[in-house]
C-alpha cells in the first residue's frame, strides 16, 4: 500500500515549455486535489475532483488544468510555464466525506522550477 | 468564501515549554478542522482534527480547542520537544460543500530550543 505517490520529485522547465505531473493513489478514495505551497503562504488549492471523471477548479486554478480519467489517476497540466509557477506540488486524496473520516493524505511533493 | 488566517508565523520556545497557536476562520458553516504538521522537505500529516460539535480534543501532548462563537481554534503542545520542530498549518472546511475542500492557513514555523 503506496498512499500517495507523485511522480516527478523535481523539475526544471524554461519558460513556456509544458509538462504535466502525475498524481496516483491506491486508497480507493474518491477525492483528490492539487495544492500549491509557496513560502509564507501555506497551501492553495490549484484544483480538485469528487469523482472519476469530474474536476472543479480551486483558489488559483489560472495557467493549469487536469484530468481525472481513472479513480486512482489526477493529473496536473502546465501547458506553457511561466516562472510564477515554480512552486512545490502537493496532490493529496480523501475518503467521500460523507464517512466518519475525510482526513486528506498528502503525497510527497513535486519541486517545479520555470526558468 | 471562507478564510482561514494563522498566527503566529515563527514561534521559537524552550524545551520542555508549551506552544501555542491560534487560527480564525470566517465561514460561520465551517465544521472541520485539522492541523497538519510538515517537516522540512516533508509532506504535510494529519496530527490532530476536531469537529464543530466537540469543543476539545486532546492526543497525549496535543490538544485543539474549538469556540464556534468567536470561529477561532487552537493547536496547543505541551511539554515541546526538539522533534516537534517543524511548520504546523490549520486548515478549515465548509460545511455547505460537498466537496471536501480545506482552506489552509498561512502555517507556523515552531522552534522547540534544546
Known amino acids: 500500500n503506496a498512499g500517495v505517490t507523485q511522480t516527478p520529485k523535481f523539475r526544471v522547465l524554461k519558460t513556456g515549455q509544458s509538462m504535466t505531473l502525475l498524481c496516483a493513489q491506491d486508497m480507493n478514495h474518491e477525492y483528490m486535489y492539487w495544492y500549491r505551497q509557496d513560502p509564507g503562504m501555506g497551501l492553495r488549492l490549484i484544483h480538485y475532483s469528487v469523482g472519476e471523471g469530474t474536476t472543479a477548479k480551486g483558489e488559483v486554478p489560472d495557467g493549469y488544468n487536469v484530468s481525472r480519467l481513472k479513480k486512482q489517476n489526477f493529473l496536473l497540466g502546465l501547458e506553457s510555464a511561466a516562472p510564477s509557477q515554480t512552486s512545490v506540488y502537493f496532490c493529496?486524496?480523501?475518503?467521500?466525506?460523507?464517512?466518519?473520516?475525510?482526513?486528506?493524505?498528502f503525497g510527497p511533493g513535486t519541486r517545479l522550477t520555470v526558468l | 468564501g471562507e478564510n482561514v488566517e494563522q498566527h503566529p508565523s515563527t514561534l521559537s520556545v524552550q524545551e520542555g515549554d508549551s506552544a501555542v497557536i491560534k487560527c480564525t476562520y470566517s465561514?460561520?458553516?465551517?465544521?472541520?478542522f485539522p492541523w497538519y504538521k510538515q517537516e522540512l522537505g516533508k509532506r504535510p500529516q494529519l496530527i490532530i482534527d476536531i469537529r464543530s460539535n466537540v469543543g476539545e480534543k486532546k492526543d497525549q501532548r496535543i490538544a485543539v480547542t474549538l469556540n464556534k462563537t468567536a470561529k477561532h481554534f487552537s493547536l496547543h503542545i505541551t511539554e515541546t520537544q526538539p522533534e516537534d520542530s517543524a511548520v504546523y498549518f490549520c486548515?478549515?472546511?465548509?460545511?455547505?460543500?460537498?466537496?471536501?475542500?480545506?482552506?489552509f492557513g498561512q502555517g507556523t514555523t515552531l522552534q522547540v530550543k534544546p
Open positions: 493529496a486524496s480523501s475518503i467521500h466525506r460523507d464517512r466518519l473520516t475525510d482526513t486528506q493524505y
Open positions: 465561514d460561520s458553516a465551517s465544521n472541520y
Open positions: 486548515a478549515a472546511r465548509s460545511g455547505s460543500s460537498n466537496t471536501g475542500k480545506l482552506i
